[in-house]
């Protein structure tokens, strides 16, 4: 039922925003120099490293493929269009490639970068039973994210809630689940203050 959501919703939604999707390019594009796609590696269902399209924000010569340094307010390597893009998460839209892909869900867990940190430790050092979060496919959008945990982690604690509450996910899955954590999800990118 979960694929058949992905590949119904997905590609609609891919169909739909294709005008945004166009004039975004068109903006990367004049805005910088530059690859109109970033393409990273992450982590993804049973821990499989899947390659996770976004639109590029930052400078090219200054992006992180590994994520070792976490994107923070103000972070002079996003560019202008960039920072618009990550304000309403247009920079992810792309995902829905990897979601028609099989790669990725429209909701669940958000995948993570391999070399993910807090502060000086490894995500997975960090979180007691990180790894649970891996028994599904990876999402778009999340519980964690509508729940007030998108952008930034700036403390263990805060990473530790984000986990908890991806396991939340998963353990009480329904279609009906999901569908309110989309509509959730419109109301966060228009006003959770922690995109940037």
Do not use: C
Not at 45 to 59: G, L
Not at 69 to 76: E, K, N, Y
Request: hydrophobic letters at 40%; proline letters at 5%; glycine letters at 10%.
């Amino acid at each position: 039922m979960k694929r058949g959501e992905d590949l119904l919703l997905g590609g609609l939604a891919l169909i739909l925003l294709s005008p945004i999707l166009a004039i975004t390019a068109l903006a990367i594009r004049l805005g910088s120099p530059g690859p109109l796609f970033f393409v990273q590696p992450r982590v993804g269902f049973n821990n499989e490293v899947i390659n996770v399209i976004k639109f590029r924000t930052m400078y090219a010569d200054k992006t992180d493929l590994n994520a070792r340094q976490t994107t923070t307010r103000g972070d002079p390597r996003v560019t202008a269009v960039g920072g618009v893009l990550r304000k309403f998460s247009i920079d992810e839209l792309p995902q829905l490639i990897n979601v028609l892909k099989g790669e990725m869900s429209l909701v669940g867990p958000r995948p993570h970068p391999l070399e993910m940190k807090i502060g000086e430790r490894y995500y997975h050092d960090a979180v007691r039973g990180y790894a649970g979060r891996h028994r599904v496919r990876p999402g778009m959008t999340g519980l964690a994210q509508v729940k007030g945990l998108r952008g930034e982690l700036r403390t263990v604690e805060r990473a530790r809630r984000r986990v908890e509450l991806d396991k939340e996910y998963i353990d009480r899955w329904s279609l009906a689940l999901d569908f309110w954590i989309m509509l959730l999800t419109v109301r966060a990118v228009f006003f959770d203050r922690d995109a940037y």
